[in-house]
């Protein structure tokens, strides 16, 4: 594991850079596939812009809700910049960036399939970075006596759940991806609803820095809160598995 916090910290950042622009790279690939070349299209630009608008603004609120020690301790330091981010903001900012950008735009065609996989990948490259900056992120586990358990820097055994996290997203979106189902955008809304669930399950393996109403953290409560309003979509979506939604 990196020992130096300054080295975490550019490691993190490049890994974390790289799965963003590969999942954008693998996204326009993916639209010209689906749609005869068209990825550059007007529209898909929009949604393009609408993504990583919400994704910027919806990493860092949510990580206002998991982590306020940290930005009230950098806000009372004069720090003018809010510090870390959040995977599940940045996925549920994305999302209504995009369906803002589609309202706006009069678009109506479904772009969210052909999200699934690069996303995955882009998750996946993502934790490699979170893995290697150990102790200097917030995203390792509890101490374990498991064999698989990883020594951080600190000679505590921990669950590497950044790891546990690469070998879920990836058959996930793999699965998914290769699924033909008639219902276009019901594969990136059962990707969403696994990843919250996934999400809120993992967070019990992890140190809570901050704990809010019943212990939990707030991604659990982020989690929990988008899950039930977004689960009977998803249950709309699959009794209807006609009907074409965005």
Known sequence: MIADAITAAWVHSAFAWAGM????????RTLRHQHRGDALAPGNFGVLVGLLLGAAIGNKLVFLIERPDVVLAMWRSGTLVFPGQ?????????????????????????????????IAIGLAIGRVGCFLAGLHDDTYGLPTAAPWGVDFGDGIERHPTQLYEIALVLPLGLALHRAR??????????????????????????????????????????????????????????????????
């Open 86 to 118: 959040s995977i599940v903001g940045g996925l549920l900012g994305g999302l209504v960036g995009v369906e803002l950008a589609k309202h706006f735009s009069g678009q109506t065609r479904s772009t969210g399939d052909a999200m699934v996989l690069p």
């Open 21 to 28: 622009a590969l999942g954008a790279a693998l996204w326009r």
């Open 181 to 246: 189902f008639a219902t276009p955008g019901l594969a990136f809304k059962l990707f969403l609803s696994g990843y919250l669930l996934w999400r809120f399950a993992v967070e019990f393996l992890k140190p809570v820095p901050v704990a809010w109403p019943l212990g939990l953290s707030g991604i659990q409560w982020t989690c929990l809160i988008a899950l039930a309003v977004y689960t009977p979509i998803v249950a709309r979506a699959l009794r209807q598995p006609a009907l074409a939604t965005p």
